[in-house]
T-cell receptor, first 111, second 113 residues
Framework: GESVGLHLPTLSVQEGDNSIINCAYS??????FIWYKQESGKGPQFIID?????DKRQGQRVTVLLNKTVKHLSLQIAATQPGDSAVYFC??????????FGAGTRLTVKP | DSGVTQTPKHLITATGQRVTLRCSPR?????VYWYQQSLDQGLQFLIQ???????AKGNILERFSAQQFPDLHSELNLSSLELGDSALYFC????????????FGQGTRLTVV
């Protein structure tokens, strides 16, 4: 498949460890955030979302934390698996249908 | 499989040429979005169509245009291509017009040489 983001920040973790991927967003008025996973050769895939009236949301093996004070978003993946290897990026909804996407972080899981 | 189909998957063409990228949305989805993803950059929104009508425009160059047909498939036309147009082009679709609820296709990799 095609490579995305050959020069992105990278995070390398051991299989079974927890991963934390960070994202700084730009607009304090953003009210909705999404984390996407993009595997090589594939389009972005929705993982989890969070609204600005929350500071934490949990899914299956994933948790998103939102710190509005410093405009920071993080994605925590528990018990990281080889299938989690991908580029992860956040997106912010700054109002209406206007989405802004981060460049992403490449997660590599070592077996 | 998101249900959004993009063709072709890969395209190599020369500068100055014109290409057409095609997108078939998920069954039932009325809205189509086009994005450009250059190396090491986030997705850049280009344009959105809803039920055949242009709904929103982003950072789309004048050399680029799109349309959505009555069967709801969409085409993105890129003309007078430049080396800097090399990128992944993604199409996404949603039932209504919410980009936050859109599903993405696998993309078309355009290489301009």
């Amino acid at each position: 498949g095609e490579s995305v983001g050959l020069h992105l920040p990278t995070l390398s973790v051991q299989e079974g460890d927890n991963s934390i991927i960070n994202c700084a967003y730009s607009n304090s008025a953003s009210d909705y955030f999404i984390w996407y996973k993009q595997e090589s050769g594939k389009g972005p895939q929705f993982i989890i979302d969070i609204r600005s009236n929350m500071d934490k949301r949990q899914g299956q093996r994933v948790t998103v934390l939102l710190n509005k004070t410093v405009k920071h978003l993080s994605l925590q993946i528990a018990a990281t698996q080889p299938g989690d290897s991908a580029v992860y990026f956040c997106a912010e909804n700054i109002g209406g249908d206007d989405m802004r996407f981060g460049a992403g972080t490449r997660l590599t899981v070592k077996p | 499989d998101s249900g959004v189909t993009q063709t072709p998957k890969h395209l190599i063409t020369a500068t100055g040429q014109r290409v057409t990228l095609r997108c078939s949305p998920r069954s039932g989805d009325l809205s189509v979005y086009w994005y450009q993803q250059s190396l090491d950059q986030g997705l850049q929104f280009l344009i959105q169509y809803y039920n055949g009508e242009e709904r929103a425009k982003g950072n789309i160059l004048e050399r680029f245009s799109a349309q959505q047909f009555p069967d709801l498939h969409s085409e993105l036309n890129l003309s007078s291509l430049e080396l800097g147009d090399s990128a992944l082009y993604f199409c996404a679709s949603s039932v209504e017009g919410a980009a936050t609820e859109a599903f993405f296709g696998q993309g078309t990799r355009l290489t301009v040489v």
